[in-house]
């Protein structure tokens, strides 16, 4: 890769684009220029919805796009599917076929060379097999020629009005004096992400209504209230979280009612003015699969000092790597002195 005042960067696993979303915020806020080369989705609903927005419709399964056919970039993005990992999903990690597609990130990264990289997943992903699987995955980005950095970090923290962990892994080409963003002090009130008129199709059943008890009774107002598979009732004053592909019965508005897709989308962070383009259902799913906008944000401020384009531009290929430091060894310890 040359260079370019250009950031140009890959979106995969894009989902409905939380990435994108967070990235064109923060380097509109850095005044950088920026464009998406590439990104891709497997899920037909999430290409349609990632369309809707940016007007690009992603391409497909990951590992079907040779690397040649993925352009170059200086920025890598990559939430991959977590549910190999997660509590919700049966945790079966490499094993699960989603599970290896890391390995179709660390593929990417060999051929294209990207200066840096943000992957995302749930935290459970660094205990995991007691740690081997987190293991496995730093032991390959390491062996790429990346210097790693990973922390465990909360949206709770970061702005938005919902309890979801998640870890970070970012990756440079050399050591970085990378620090990851301060904790927020405040955070977006639930209200703020209420709407005020709400049809009556997301009101829930007088059975699940009669399970509010008066004990459980919330001081908050308003609240989240959560029902377990137990049948337990609990409530915050935030969300404990958007959950990947389950039922959302059991996010309720002060007891009463299902969040709406809009207040899904506000409560991971995404504007007013995304565009809602598939079924109801589709969007409470993607909702529940998206990054949070707000966290992704604060992590890519905290790396954008690092991806400056007037930089040494970065190295084709892994093999490279051990090529580059002959090279250089040869200048400075053989070559004669004038």
Same mark, same amino acid.
């Given at each position: 890769?040359?260079?370019?005042?250009?950031?140009?960067?890959?979106?995969?696993?894009?989902?409905?684009?939380?990435?994108?979303?967070?990235?064109?915020?923060?380097?509109?806020?850095?005044?950088?220029?920026?464009?998406?080369?590439?990104?891709?989705?497997?899920?037909?609903?999430?290409?349609?919805?990632?369309?809707?927005?940016?007007?690009?419709?992603?391409?497909?399964?990951?590992?079907?796009?040779?690397?040649?056919?993925?352009?170059?970039?200086?920025?890598?993005?990559?939430?991959?599917?977590?549910?190999?990992?997660?509590?919700?999903?049966?945790?079966?990690?490499?094993?699960?076929?989603?599970?290896?597609?890391?390995?179709?990130?660390?593929?990417?990264?060999?051929?294209? #060379?990207?200066?840096?990289?943000?992957?995302? /997943?749930?935290?459970?992903?660094?205990?995991?097999?007691?740690?081997?699987?987190?293991?496995?995955?730093?032991?390959?980005?390491?062996?790429?020629?990346? %210097?790693?950095?990973?922390?465990?970090?909360?949206?709770?923290?970061?702005?938005?009005?919902?309890?979801?962990?998640?870890?970070?892994?970012?990756?440079?080409?050399?050591?970085?004096?990378?620090?990851?963003?301060? +904790?927020?002090?405040?955070?977006?009130?639930?209200?703020?992400?209420?709407?005020?008129?709400?049809?009556?199709?997301?009101?829930?059943?007088?059975?699940?209504?009669?399970?509010?008890?008066?004990?459980?009774?919330?001081?908050?107002?308003? %609240?989240?209230?959560?029902?377990?598979?137990?049948? /337990?009732?609990?409530?915050?004053?935030?969300?404990?979280?958007?959950?990947?592909?389950?039922?959302? /019965?059991?996010?309720?508005?002060?007891?009463? #009612?299902?969040?709406?897709? #809009?207040?899904?989308? #506000?409560?991971?962070?995404?504007?007013?003015?995304? +565009?809602?383009?598939?079924?109801?259902?589709?969007?409470? +799913?993607?909702?529940?699969?998206?990054?949070?906008?707000?966290?992704?944000?604060?992590?890519?401020?905290?790396?954008?000092?690092?991806?400056?384009?007037?930089?040494?531009?970065?190295?084709?290929?892994?093999?490279?790597?051990?090529?580059?430091?002959?090279?250089?060894?040869?200048?400075? +310890?053989?070559?004669?002195?004038?």
């Amino acid at each position: 890769m040359g260079h370019s005042s250009l950031i140009r960067f890959v979106d995969l696993f894009c989902g409905i684009g939380g990435f994108r979303v967070a990235a064109e915020k923060s380097f509109k806020k850095a005044k950088l220029d920026f464009k998406c080369v590439f990104s891709s989705d497997i899920d037909e609903y999430a290409q349609k919805a990632y369309f809707a927005n940016f007007g690009e419709m992603p391409f497909g399964d990951i590992s079907k796009i040779p690397s040649n056919e993925i352009p170059d970039h200086d920025l890598l993005f990559a939430g991959f599917p977590c549910q190999p990992f997660s509590i919700i999903g049966k945790g079966k990690g490499f094993e699960d076929t989603r599970g290896t597609l890391f390995f179709e990130i660390a593929r990417i990264l060999d051929a294209k #060379r990207p200066k840096a990289f943000i992957l995302e /997943n749930v935290k459970q992903l660094v205990s995991h097999n007691e740690g081997k699987t987190f293991k496995k995955i730093i032991e390959t980005l390491n062996s790429l020629g990346y %210097s790693i950095e990973y922390k465990v970090l909360n949206a709770l923290h970061y702005g938005l009005p919902q309890k979801r962990e998640r870890v970070f892994i970012v990756g440079f080409h050399k050591p970085m004096q990378f620090s990851w963003p301060e +904790k927020r002090s405040t955070m977006e009130p639930l209200e703020a992400i209420l709407e005020v008129d709400v049809d009556q199709k997301h009101y829930v059943s007088d059975v699940i209504r009669k399970k509010r008890k008066a004990a459980h009774k919330s001081k908050f107002f308003p %609240s989240i209230w959560h029902e377990n598979k137990g049948g /337990n009732v609990s409530s915050y004053p935030y969300s404990c979280a958007l959950r990947a592909g389950a039922s959302y /019965n059991y996010l309720l508005v002060n007891g009463e #009612r299902r969040l709406t897709p #809009r207040e899904m989308l #506000r409560l991971q962070g995404f504007p007013d003015n995304y +565009k809602i383009a598939v079924p109801d259902s589709q969007v409470r +799913k993607q909702a529940g699969n998206a990054v949070p906008v707000a966290l992704v944000a604060a992590v890519l401020e905290s790396l954008i000092p690092f991806i400056d384009n007037s930089s040494r531009p970065a190295l084709k290929s892994s093999s490279e790597i051990l090529k580059h430091d002959l090279r250089v060894y040869a200048r400075e +310890k053989i070559a004669p002195t004038a």
